[in-house]
């Protein structure tokens, strides 16, 4: 298995997160508290070591591209 179980339940989270930051309007603070952080700002470090970019930018990038891909289908 490769993985310590700690890991494999920081990356399911990350899963978890990117998908609620694509499909909902929960704030960055309430999903950070879902997820089990302690707080919104060791939430929103521990995703953009992740993934690069952080929480809103994520919103804002996937949001985006979701909306470009409707008004290119018209």
Same mark, same amino acid.
């Given at each position: 298995?490769? *993985? $310590?179980?700690? &890991?494999? *339940?920081?990356? &399911?989270?990350?899963? %978890?997160?990117? +998908?609620?930051? &694509?499909?909902?309007? *929960? $704030? *960055?603070?309430?999903?950070?508290?879902? %997820?089990?952080?302690?707080?919104?700002?060791?939430?929103?470090?521990?995703? &953009?070591?992740?993934?690069?970019?952080?929480?809103?930018?994520?919103?804002?990038? $996937?949001?985006?591209?979701?909306?470009? +891909?409707?008004? +290119?289908?018209?």
């Amino acid at each position: 298995y490769h *993985i $310590t179980p700690y &890991k494999y *339940i920081l990356s &399911k989270k990350l899963d %978890l997160a990117a +998908e609620l930051l &694509k499909n909902t309007d *929960i $704030t *960055i603070s309430d999903l950070s508290s879902q %997820l089990g952080f302690c707080d919104s700002h060791y939430f929103s470090n521990f995703f &953009k070591q992740r993934s690069g970019i952080s929480p809103l930018q994520y919103r804002k990038s $996937t949001r985006a591209h979701i909306i470009n +891909e409707v008004t +290119e289908r018209r």
